[in-house]
């Protein structure tokens, strides 16, 4: 699992230094690369001998999906199309975290506090977002509400919350990007965040 981490993290090296200088192809080249590293990373670590190691493993397929449908920036039917494939990611995060099994009271105090952050950040995001992006949107931050609280719930939680945290964080800088101010500083702590997420539920598996 060790060598396919590393891949990551150097091709999100190179993808950020892409994004920097906006070289299309070295981000059409670096970003698909990272997203396989993690889901190599997955495989290496014994994903597809559990029930929950499977359900990770779909959830990082369907995250590579959204990774590489995200890459073009002006067609908003592919951007809607990559937000729908990890929403569905994040679904196959909660059928992985419902596997081990839930903690009612846990999930309710997250529930709570997830409630809250989420309402902040639809508050910031709604002035800005298109009213054709607005149900997408919201059904995606629904489903990554859930996928948050599912994760503090689950059984041995520590590197599972964590993990999702991360990639909740993550998606805040996707969103500022597309929606409110595109800028390369999105980018440069947007995506070792999200990278990072993956690799850590990934790690998850074993």
């Given amino acids: 699992m060790f060598y396919f981490a590393a891949l990551t993290v150097l091709a999100v090296g190179a993808l950020l230094a892409s994004e920097y200088?906006?070289?299309?192809?070295?981000i059409w080249i670096a970003k698909p690369l990272a997203a396989s590293g993690f889901v190599a990373a997955a495989l290496a670590a014994g994903a597809l001998h559990s029930t929950y190691g499977r359900w990770i493993?779909?959830?990082l397929v369907l995250s590579w999906v959204g990774d590489?449908?995200?890459?073009?920036?002006?067609?908003p039917q592919i951007f809607r199309a990559g937000i729908l494939?990890?929403?569905l990611g994040h679904a196959a995060f909660v059928g992985a975290f419902a596997v081990r099994g839930l903690d009612p009271l846990t999930c309710a105090l997250a529930a709570l506090i997830t409630a809250g952050l989420t309402a902040l950040a639809l508050r910031?995001?709604?002035?800005?977002?298109?009213?054709?992006?607005?149900?997408?949107?919201?059904?995606?931050?629904?489903?990554?509400s859930a996928m948050l609280?599912?994760?503090a719930g689950t059984s041995g939680a520590g590197?599972?919350?964590?993990?999702a945290l991360m990639f909740y964080i993550s998606d805040l800088a996707v969103a500022r990007d597309r929606f409110v101010a595109a800028s390369f500083s999105n980018r440069a702590w947007g995506?070792?965040?999200?990278?990072?997420?993956?690799?850590?539920?990934?790690?998850?598996?074993?």
């Fill in 149 to 151: 609280v599912c994760a």
């Fill in 57 to 59: 493993l779909a959830a």
């Fill in 85 to 87: 494939s990890f929403l």
């Fill in 159 to 163: 590197w599972i919350l964590l993990g």
């Fill in 191 to 206: 995506l070792p965040l999200y990278f990072g997420a993956q690799l850590v539920l990934a790690s998850t598996v074993a």
């Fill in 21 to 26: 200088h906006r070289l299309r192809l070295g």
């Fill in 68 to 75: 590489v449908l995200l890459i073009p920036r002006a067609s």
């Fill in 124 to 144: 910031w995001l709604r002035p800005h977002v298109p009213v054709e992006m607005r149900i997408p949107v919201y059904a995606y931050m629904a489903v990554i």
